[in-house]
């Protein structure tokens, strides 16, 4: 008697959920980048904004004197 022996395995649903896990990674790393990359822009864009708070501040507490009224510097 002379027999085969096949054995078959669908790895579509494999090649699914590789596909699936490796854009869930990707996307997860793009999420983290992007968190980054704002943390460091909101922290470029504030430090100056704060700067410039506290100049404005100061100078509308500050009042000019006469000489400062009279004569505008260009």
Do not use: W
Request: hydrophobic share 40%; with cysteine.
């Amino acid at each position: 008697m002379v027999g085969v022996v096949f054995f078959a395995q669908d790895i579509g649903q494999l090649r699914d959920a590789e596909t699936i896990n490796s854009s869930r990674v990707a996307a997860e790393a793009l999420s983290h980048y992007k968190t980054q990359q704002l943390g460091f822009l909101c922290h470029e864009i504030r430090n100056p904004l704060n700067g410039l708070m506290a100049n404005l501040t100061f100078m509308a507490e500050t009042h000019l004197n006469h000489e400062q009224a009279l004569n505008p510097q260009p």
